[in-house]
C-alpha cells in the first residue's frame, strides 16, 4: 500500500520540527521573518510550515491535518477514506495527489501574504506552524461535507461543519483585530479561505463537478439534527 500524500506531509514536517525544538539556528532559519524575505529569502513563507513553537502546536496541526486530509475510518468492511487528498484523486484521477499537495504548499505561501504586507518592516515579528495550510484543508472538506459534524476536543458536542466554519472565521477574524495573544489569526482566515477559492476553481476546471451547488443543496435539505449532534 503506497503513504498517502498527507502522511508524507505530517512525517517531514513532523522531523524537521523536532530537529528544530533543540536546534535554534535551524528554527531561525526557516521562520517566517518579514525583513529576511525583503532580502530575497522567499523560501520562508513555505519552510516556516515545517516548524511548530511546541510540541502541542506540532501535534494539534498535525493530527487536524490527518483528520480532514486523510479521514481514514475503519469499518468491517475495511478503511474508508473520506479526506481531501481522496476526494481529490477521485474527481481529478491521477492528478489528485499533486492537486492536494499543491493546494498545500500554495496555502502556507498565500495566508501569509497580508502577514508580510503588514509587517514587512517589523523587525520583531516572526511567526510559524502549518496552520495556515491545515485551515485550507480543513474547509475544502467543509466544501465536500458541508454537514459533518465538528466541534472541539474532548467536548461531546457538534455541529455541522459550515456552521463551524462560519464561527471560526468570525471568531478568527475578531482576535485578529484584537491581538496580543501571540497567534497569527490573520493566516488561518486567509488560508481557509484560499483552501475555499483553490476548490471551487480546480472543481471547475478540471472536473467540472458542482462543488458550490452540491454544498448549498445539502444546507438547504438538513434537518436539526444534522445542525447540533451530541457525541
Known sequence: MLISTTLIIIIITSIISFTAFGNHRILNDLIFYPPAIQRGQWY???????IHADMGHLIFNMFTLYIFG??????PAGPVYLGVEYKFIELFGKYGNLVYLGMYLLALGVCLLPTYAKNKDNYHYRSLGASGAVSAVVFASILFRPLMGMGLFFIPVYIAGFLFGIIYLVVSSIMDRK???????????????????FTVLLCKIMGNYPVLRLFFDEIRNMSLTDLVQFG
Open 44 to 50: 520562508r513563507f513555505f519552510s516556516c510550515g515545517l
Open 179 to 197: 491581538g496580543g495573544d501571540h497567534i497569527n489569526h490573520s493566516a488561518h482566515i486567509y488560508g481557509a479561505v484560499f483552501g475555499i477559492g
Open 70 to 75: 486523510e479521514g481514514r475510518i475503519n469499518t
